[in-house]
Protein backbone atom coordinates (compact mmCIF):
# COMPACT_ATOMS: atom_id res chain seq x y z
CA UNK A 1 0.00 0.00 0.00
CA UNK A 2 3.31 2.03 1.09
CA UNK A 3 4.47 1.74 -2.81
CA UNK A 4 1.08 2.64 -3.91
CA UNK A 5 0.52 5.56 -2.25
CA UNK A 6 4.25 6.65 -3.53
CA UNK A 7 3.52 6.10 -7.12
CA UNK A 8 -0.25 7.69 -6.95
CA UNK A 9 2.00 11.26 -5.22
CA UNK A 10 4.28 11.01 -8.13
CA UNK A 11 1.92 10.58 -10.75
CA UNK A 12 -0.33 13.55 -9.19
CA UNK A 13 3.05 15.07 -9.44
CA UNK A 14 4.27 14.75 -12.91
CA UNK A 15 0.51 15.68 -14.41
CA UNK A 16 0.88 18.68 -12.03
CA UNK A 17 4.15 19.78 -13.67
CA UNK A 18 2.87 18.79 -17.13
CA UNK A 19 0.25 21.20 -16.65
CA UNK A 20 2.08 23.59 -15.88
CA UNK A 21 4.44 23.51 -19.17
CA UNK A 22 1.11 23.31 -20.77
CA UNK A 23 -0.32 26.42 -19.59
CA UNK A 24 2.89 28.41 -19.78
CA UNK A 25 3.10 27.20 -23.38
CA UNK A 26 -0.70 28.55 -23.88
CA UNK A 27 -0.18 31.81 -22.24
CA UNK A 28 2.98 32.48 -24.05
CA UNK A 29 1.04 31.27 -27.08
CA UNK A 30 -1.83 33.28 -26.41
CA UNK A 31 0.35 36.80 -25.56
CA UNK A 32 1.88 35.63 -29.38
CA UNK A 33 5.32 35.25 -27.64
CA UNK A 34 5.56 31.83 -29.96
CA UNK A 35 6.06 32.48 -33.18
CA UNK A 36 7.18 36.13 -33.72
CA UNK A 37 10.01 35.05 -35.74
CA UNK A 38 12.36 37.07 -32.75
CA UNK A 39 14.66 34.82 -30.60
CA UNK A 40 14.25 35.33 -26.89
CA UNK A 41 17.33 33.96 -25.93
CA UNK A 42 18.69 37.37 -26.90
CA UNK A 43 17.66 38.95 -22.96
CA UNK A 44 21.49 37.97 -21.52
CA UNK A 45 24.00 40.34 -20.28
CA UNK A 46 26.25 40.23 -23.27
CA UNK A 47 24.82 42.07 -26.75
CA UNK A 48 24.87 39.41 -29.39
CA UNK A 49 28.19 40.01 -31.75
CA UNK A 50 27.97 40.32 -35.48
CA UNK A 51 29.11 36.54 -35.78
CA UNK A 52 26.12 35.60 -33.79
CA UNK A 53 24.20 37.86 -36.03
CA UNK A 54 25.08 36.52 -39.19
CA UNK A 55 24.64 32.77 -37.94
CA UNK A 56 21.77 33.26 -36.78
CA UNK A 57 20.82 35.30 -39.83
CA UNK A 58 18.40 37.40 -37.74
CA UNK A 59 18.97 41.38 -37.05
CA UNK A 60 16.60 42.67 -34.14
CA UNK A 61 16.24 46.14 -34.94
CA UNK A 62 14.04 48.51 -32.94
CA UNK A 63 11.27 50.93 -34.53
CA UNK A 64 8.51 52.82 -34.55
CA UNK A 65 4.78 52.11 -35.09
CA UNK A 66 3.19 55.52 -34.81
CA UNK A 67 5.61 58.03 -36.20
CA UNK A 68 4.95 58.36 -39.43
CA UNK A 69 6.60 58.96 -41.85
CA UNK A 70 9.59 58.15 -39.65
CA UNK A 71 8.50 54.48 -38.21
CA UNK A 72 4.98 52.98 -38.46
CA UNK A 73 2.64 49.99 -39.92
CA UNK A 74 1.05 50.92 -43.41
CA UNK A 75 -2.36 49.21 -44.01
CA UNK A 76 -0.59 45.89 -45.15
CA UNK A 77 0.53 45.58 -41.79
CA UNK A 78 4.07 46.18 -43.02
CA UNK A 79 6.65 48.39 -41.07
CA UNK A 80 7.31 51.74 -43.54
CA UNK A 81 9.24 55.01 -42.81
CA UNK A 82 12.26 56.57 -43.31
CA UNK A 83 14.02 55.12 -40.61
CA UNK A 84 12.42 51.70 -41.37
CA UNK A 85 13.90 52.45 -44.98
CA UNK A 86 17.61 52.69 -43.60
CA UNK A 87 16.80 49.72 -41.09
CA UNK A 88 16.57 47.83 -44.46
CA UNK A 89 19.50 48.64 -45.93
CA UNK A 90 21.60 47.80 -43.29
CA UNK A 91 20.24 44.14 -42.62
CA UNK A 92 20.50 43.60 -46.20
CA UNK A 93 24.72 44.87 -45.91
CA UNK A 94 24.84 42.57 -42.74
CA UNK A 95 22.83 39.79 -44.06
CA UNK A 96 23.02 39.78 -47.83
CA UNK A 97 18.93 40.07 -47.61
CA UNK A 98 15.67 41.26 -46.25
CA UNK A 99 14.29 37.60 -44.47
CA UNK A 100 16.62 37.93 -41.86
CA UNK A 101 15.90 41.78 -40.39
CA UNK A 102 12.89 41.46 -37.86
CA UNK A 103 11.50 44.52 -36.11
CA UNK A 104 10.43 45.56 -33.06
CA UNK A 105 7.79 47.88 -31.95
CA UNK A 106 9.50 50.60 -29.17
CA UNK A 107 7.84 53.78 -27.35
CA UNK A 108 10.02 56.72 -27.04
CA UNK A 109 10.33 55.92 -23.10
CA UNK A 110 11.83 52.43 -23.24
CA UNK A 111 14.53 52.44 -26.15
CA UNK A 112 17.43 52.86 -24.39
CA UNK A 113 15.87 49.46 -21.67
CA UNK A 114 15.36 47.68 -24.74
CA UNK A 115 19.31 48.12 -25.76
CA UNK A 116 20.48 47.11 -22.17
CA UNK A 117 18.05 44.16 -22.09
CA UNK A 118 19.25 43.16 -25.18
CA UNK A 119 15.90 42.70 -26.73
CA UNK A 120 16.98 44.69 -29.62
CA UNK A 121 20.53 44.76 -31.47
CA UNK A 122 20.06 47.92 -33.21
CA UNK A 123 17.62 50.97 -32.02
CA UNK A 124 16.58 53.01 -35.34
CA UNK A 125 13.65 54.44 -33.96
CA UNK A 126 14.19 58.20 -34.57
CA UNK A 127 16.66 58.53 -31.82
CA UNK A 128 17.87 61.65 -31.03
CA UNK A 129 21.63 61.98 -29.68
CA UNK A 130 21.48 63.64 -26.18
CA UNK A 131 24.66 64.04 -23.95
CA UNK A 132 21.84 62.29 -20.69
CA UNK A 133 20.85 59.56 -23.85
CA UNK A 134 24.73 58.91 -24.53
CA UNK A 135 25.83 58.13 -21.14
CA UNK A 136 23.18 55.13 -21.29
CA UNK A 137 24.19 54.15 -24.72
CA UNK A 138 26.29 54.53 -27.68
CA UNK A 139 25.07 56.66 -30.65
CA UNK A 140 26.53 55.61 -34.53
CA UNK A 141 27.17 58.23 -37.14
CA UNK A 142 24.28 60.46 -37.51
CA UNK A 143 21.77 60.40 -40.39
CA UNK A 144 18.78 62.78 -39.94
CA UNK A 145 18.98 66.82 -39.16
CA UNK A 146 16.36 67.46 -36.19
CA UNK A 147 14.79 70.49 -33.83
CA UNK A 148 11.95 70.92 -31.68
CA UNK A 149 8.93 72.58 -32.75
CA UNK A 150 5.12 73.04 -31.26
CA UNK A 151 2.73 73.00 -32.99
CA UNK A 152 -1.10 74.17 -32.09
CA UNK A 153 -4.50 75.37 -33.88
CA UNK A 154 -4.12 77.72 -36.96
CA UNK A 155 -0.39 78.26 -35.17
CA UNK A 156 -1.37 80.59 -32.93
CA UNK A 157 1.91 79.85 -30.29
CA UNK A 158 4.61 81.28 -31.89
CA UNK A 159 6.76 82.08 -28.94
CA UNK A 160 7.20 79.85 -25.63
CA UNK A 161 6.29 83.07 -23.74
CA UNK A 162 2.70 82.53 -24.66
CA UNK A 163 2.36 78.64 -22.76
CA UNK A 164 2.88 80.31 -19.67
CA UNK A 165 0.21 78.46 -17.23
CA UNK A 166 -1.18 76.30 -20.17
CA UNK A 167 -0.79 72.84 -21.14
CA UNK A 168 1.85 71.54 -23.43
CA UNK A 169 1.71 67.72 -24.97
CA UNK A 170 4.44 66.13 -25.35
CA UNK A 171 5.65 62.25 -25.45
CA UNK A 172 7.24 60.58 -22.51
CA UNK A 173 11.08 60.82 -22.69
CA UNK A 174 11.32 62.60 -26.07
CA UNK A 175 14.16 65.81 -26.21
CA UNK A 176 10.46 67.49 -25.89
CA UNK A 177 9.75 65.94 -22.60
CA UNK A 178 13.35 66.49 -21.34
CA UNK A 179 13.80 70.35 -22.96
CA UNK A 180 10.77 71.85 -21.44
CA UNK A 181 11.00 69.86 -18.08
CA UNK A 182 14.32 71.29 -17.37
CA UNK A 183 14.35 74.72 -18.87
CA UNK A 184 10.26 76.14 -18.54
CA UNK A 185 8.66 74.26 -15.14
CA UNK A 186 5.97 77.42 -15.38
CA UNK A 187 4.66 75.33 -18.49
CA UNK A 188 2.26 72.21 -17.11
CA UNK A 189 3.37 69.33 -19.09
CA UNK A 190 0.93 66.43 -20.33
CA UNK A 191 2.71 63.27 -21.30
CA UNK A 192 1.87 60.56 -22.90
CA UNK A 193 2.98 56.69 -24.02
CA UNK A 194 2.73 57.05 -27.95
CA UNK A 195 2.32 59.71 -30.50
CA UNK A 196 -1.41 58.55 -31.32
CA UNK A 197 -2.82 59.52 -28.06
CA UNK A 198 -0.42 62.61 -27.94
CA UNK A 199 -1.85 63.96 -31.36
CA UNK A 200 -4.98 63.15 -30.48
CA UNK A 201 -5.06 65.24 -27.00
CA UNK A 202 -3.99 67.60 -29.32
CA UNK A 203 -7.15 67.12 -31.39
CA UNK A 204 -9.69 66.84 -28.60
CA UNK A 205 -8.70 70.32 -26.73
CA UNK A 206 -7.09 68.34 -23.97
CA UNK A 207 -3.77 70.75 -24.22
CA UNK A 208 -3.29 74.05 -26.10
CA UNK A 209 -0.17 73.15 -28.13
CA UNK A 210 2.28 70.19 -28.78
CA UNK A 211 5.70 69.92 -28.61
CA UNK A 212 8.27 68.02 -30.78
CA UNK A 213 10.36 67.03 -33.37
CA UNK A 214 9.91 69.86 -36.00
CA UNK A 215 10.04 67.25 -38.82
CA UNK A 216 6.96 64.87 -37.57
CA UNK A 217 5.36 68.27 -36.82
CA UNK A 218 5.77 69.60 -40.75
CA UNK A 219 4.24 66.46 -42.17
CA UNK A 220 1.68 66.56 -39.35
CA UNK A 221 0.30 70.08 -39.84
CA UNK A 222 0.22 69.12 -43.73
CA UNK A 223 -2.14 66.01 -43.11
CA UNK A 224 -4.09 68.31 -39.96
CA UNK A 225 -4.19 71.79 -42.09
CA UNK A 226 -6.35 73.01 -39.32
CA UNK A 227 -3.25 73.43 -37.35
CA UNK A 228 0.43 75.04 -38.10
CA UNK A 229 3.64 74.79 -36.93
CA UNK A 230 4.00 78.15 -35.15
CA UNK A 231 7.76 77.48 -33.14
CA UNK A 232 9.72 76.13 -35.63
CA UNK A 233 12.68 75.52 -34.30
CA UNK A 234 13.33 75.75 -30.69
CA UNK A 235 16.58 74.83 -28.58
CA UNK A 236 20.12 73.45 -30.14
CA UNK A 237 19.67 71.65 -33.91
CA UNK A 238 19.68 68.43 -33.21
CA UNK A 239 20.29 64.77 -34.63
CA UNK A 240 19.38 61.50 -35.05
CA UNK A 241 21.37 58.47 -35.63
CA UNK A 242 21.54 54.30 -34.53
CA UNK A 243 21.79 53.01 -31.82
CA UNK A 244 23.74 50.10 -29.57
CA UNK A 245 23.89 48.89 -26.56
CA UNK A 246 26.96 50.59 -24.67
CA UNK A 247 30.49 49.32 -25.05
CA UNK A 248 29.24 47.28 -27.68
CA UNK A 249 32.40 48.02 -29.67
CA UNK A 250 32.25 45.64 -32.41
CA UNK A 251 28.40 46.46 -34.13
CA UNK A 252 29.00 50.56 -33.48
CA UNK A 253 31.92 50.41 -35.35
CA UNK A 254 30.37 48.32 -38.22
CA UNK A 255 27.67 50.62 -38.40
CA UNK A 256 29.80 54.07 -38.82
CA UNK A 257 31.33 52.53 -41.52
CA UNK A 258 28.21 51.42 -43.31
CA UNK A 259 27.25 54.84 -42.41
CA UNK A 260 29.94 56.36 -44.14
CA UNK A 261 29.45 54.26 -47.21
CA UNK A 262 25.72 55.24 -47.69
CA UNK A 263 26.42 58.62 -47.30
CA UNK A 264 28.87 58.64 -49.88
CA UNK A 265 26.61 56.64 -52.32
CA UNK A 266 23.58 59.35 -51.59
CA UNK A 267 21.44 56.96 -50.33
CA UNK A 268 19.65 58.84 -47.55
CA UNK A 269 19.06 61.38 -50.24
CA UNK A 270 17.41 58.29 -51.83
CA UNK A 271 15.27 57.34 -48.69
CA UNK A 272 14.25 60.73 -48.06
CA UNK A 273 12.90 61.17 -51.38
CA UNK A 274 11.21 57.45 -51.50
CA UNK A 275 9.80 58.46 -47.98
CA UNK A 276 9.61 61.77 -46.96
CA UNK A 277 9.43 63.75 -49.98
CA UNK A 278 5.87 62.69 -50.71
CA UNK A 279 4.75 64.23 -47.30
CA UNK A 280 7.21 67.21 -47.53
CA UNK A 281 6.10 68.56 -50.44
CA UNK A 282 8.75 71.12 -52.12
CA UNK A 283 8.64 73.12 -48.55
CA UNK A 284 11.66 71.32 -47.27
CA UNK A 285 14.49 69.97 -49.52
CA UNK A 286 16.47 66.73 -48.57
CA UNK A 287 19.96 68.42 -47.41
CA UNK A 288 17.68 69.93 -44.44
CA UNK A 289 16.96 66.98 -42.95
CA UNK A 290 19.31 64.49 -44.32
CA UNK A 291 23.31 63.98 -43.99
CA UNK A 292 25.38 63.24 -47.66
Not at 78 to 88: L, P, S, T
Not at 128 to 143: C, G, H, L, N, S
Not at 267 to 283: K, S
Request: net charge negative; hydrophobic share 45%; glycine share 8%.
Amino acid sequence: MKNLAKIATKGVANLAKNMTKGLIATFMAALGIVGLGVSLSGCGDEARTLESIKAKNELIIGVFGDKPPFGYINEQGQNVGFDVYVAKRLGRELLGGDEGVKFVLVEAANRAEFLRSNKVDIMMANYTKTPERAQQVDFATPYMKVALGVVSQDGKIIDVSQLAGKVLIVNKGTTADFYFTKNHPEIKLLKFEQNTETFAALKDGRGDALAHDNALLFAWAKENPSYAVGIKKLGEDDVIAPAVKKDNKELLEWINNQMEILAKEGFFTEAYNQTLAPVFGDDIKPSDVVFE
